[in-house]
């Protein structure tokens, strides 16, 4: 299992932080696999705000057929680091 530290706008954030987005479409770059962490902090205007989240991936789907070189990520809360 690893964790990969990644940047996500604002516009993804939100909803992957509300619960409504539970999936990613991320560049395969990093060899991802089920039960990797996903730590997801929000980057906007250059800068990272301070806000993350931490997901754990349960699915990878390649999508070359779409988007050669791509997997969406199937993800939920990790909860043993979330705060409530």
């Given at each position: 299992?690893?964790?990969h530290d990644l940047k996500i706008a604002p516009?993804?954030?939100h909803p992957v932080h509300s619960?409504?987005?539970t999936a990613?479409?991320?560049k395969n770059d990093r060899g991802y696999?089920?039960?990797d962490l996903l730590h997801l902090r929000e980057f906007s205007d250059g800068?990272?705000?301070g806000?993350?989240?931490m997901r754990e991936v349960t699915c990878v789907t390649p999508v070359d057929f779409a988007a050669p070189g791509y997997v969406m990520l199937s993800m939920v809360p990790a909860k043993l680091y979330e705060v409530a």
């Open positions: 299992m690893k964790t516009e993804h954030f619960g409504k987005k990613e479409l991320r696999q089920v039960g800068e990272y705000t806000s993350f989240v």
